[in-house]
């Protein structure tokens, strides 16, 4: 992983954070009702798994995070993981679901998820410290990463079923710009521009540092394909193929750095 950026951190507005959460996870909700037994039982993203394990994992996202704010805050530490670490860490696992889960229990999981987070995290001071795998993170900086979390999940939902909510335009712009400043993180440099419109812009990769003018090296993608890419839901050479994404110059093959947690 790399070590914490030496530049400054991008800052991400605490209530737009809240407010983008609890709007993608109510998209996702309606999107979830509209599944019937059959469509649950079929396959979805990550391989082996099914668009009802998908699911369930969506509907417990405010949950889980309510329950680690219930717990009392580790003491005397510092938080130990920046928020542009998150996207290095080993993807979160989707368990397997209750075979016999529905819509409906779904539905409960999501309105008691909800409820829970509205009582104990929409008023917990963002400075709190919640635990990360073996690390702590600020509740603030979390919060982010539930709402790429959400984002992502829903893609693969989607994919799998063809039932798209859309994304909150503040959830999909808060995880588009985490992964690509995770992507200048990894590997540091200015001579690659990479465009992410309408949320994002970096530089990475080191080499001679474009300063003004037409970059000599861009890459161009749009949002839910950078976040494919990024996490390895797609790879370099299928979006160049599809026509996803878009590179010129000599230095813009990002197929080495991606996804960012290899």
Known sequence: MPTQSRKRARRYDPDRTRT?????SARVREAVRALTPDRLDAPARPAGRTVRDVAVHLAGVLGRTADLVAEPAPPGVRASLALV???FLVPEPVDRAPADAVAADLDALFAEGAARFDALVAPAPGDRLVPVGGSTMRLDDFLVTRVAELVLCADDLHAATGEDGGHDR????AATRLFADALA?????????VRVPPYAVVQCVGGPKHTRGTPPNVVET????WLRLATGRTTWADA??????????????????LPLNG
């Open 222 to 225: 749009d949002p839910l394909t």
């Open 240 to 257: 160049l193929e599809a026509a996803r994404v878009g590179a010129s110059g000599e230095r813009a093959d990002l197929s080495a750095l």
């Open 20 to 24: 983008a959460l609890t709007a993608e």
């Open 85 to 87: 670490q998150w996207p």
């Open 185 to 193: 993180e990894k590997a540091p440099g200015g001579s690659v521009e």
């Open 170 to 173: 503040q959830a999909l712009a």
